[in-house]
């Protein structure tokens, strides 16, 4: 009897273990809230991360949740089902889900004339500082009457810089900083960007920053609440 009982232990503690083990939630019902703000700090948004369904095959995992976009006076404005993968020791993004939509719907659905498609972000389980990731890209082509609009996003340069403490409202984690450098072009015209994300086990990127070319911020994105 305790020799069953030490086992149930450590298997619990395995799979707890196991779980925390990526950079995203695996408790189904946790959800994680975020808030965007400007150069001025001045809150322009806010986002819910609602965890659903949980897939579990031997090395493979499918993570379902639900993406609720807010506005800057947290009204309520746009709704997404997203999956997420991970395939042995890697996390899969779909590139095209990182795009927030509110701004294209038409009666809470995107309309037929937008076409979004993107490769994976690929994010290790394991990083070390040094490691150097994938570039990942995302296209949003529309038609509008005889007018084609096109944007296009692509990451290159993606580093994990280094592992340390960070403290955002929703508490104090040690984080893996990820640097990425953006190029994006909007209906003819190019900007570039550098960004910083902070990843942490269980959760995900807790806080995340955007320069411009010239080091100036433009934005920022923290965790502020996780509810259980």
Same mark, same amino acid.
């Given at each position: 009897m305790k020799a069953l009982l030490v086992f149930s232990v450590l298997f619990m503690t395995v799979t707890f273990s196991q779980a925390q083990d990526i950079f995203f939630p695996t408790k189904t019902g946790t959800v994680l809230v975020y808030k965007t703000f400007d150069k001025k700090d001045k809150q322009t948004g806010m986002a819910k991360y609602i965890i659903g369904d949980i897939k579990k095959s031997g090395n493979e995992m499918e993570i379902n949740y639900v993406y609720e976009s807010y506005d800057a006076k947290e009204k309520f404005t746009y709704k997404d089902? !997203?999956?997420i993968k991970k395939v042995g020791d890697v996390i899969y993004f779909d590139m095209s889900d990182l795009i927030n939509k509110?701004?294209?719907?038409?009666?809470?659905?995107?309309?037929s004339e937008v076409k979004i498609t993107g490769n994976n972000m690929e994010v290790p389980?394991?990083?070390?500082p040094g490691?150097?990731?994938?570039?990942a890209s995302v296209e949003m082509g529309m038609s509008m009457g005889f007018v084609n609009l096109k944007l296009t996003a692509v990451v290159t340069n993606r580093k994990v810089e280094a592992i340390e403490d960070i403290t955002v409202k929703a508490g104090t984690f040690k984080a893996y900083k990820f640097t990425s450098d953006v190029s994006s072009t909007a209906v003819? !015209?190019?900007f570039s960007s550098k960004n910083t994300d902070w990843y942490v086990k269980g959760i995900g990127v807790v806080k995340s920053e955007t320069l411009d070319k010239n080091g100036k911020l433009m934005g920022t994105r923290e965790l502020v609440e996780i509810q259980k």
């Open positions: 089902d !997203i999956t509110s701004a294209l719907q038409q009666n809470g659905e995107i309309p389980n394991h990083p070390k490691d150097v990731m994938p570039d003819g !015209i190019k």
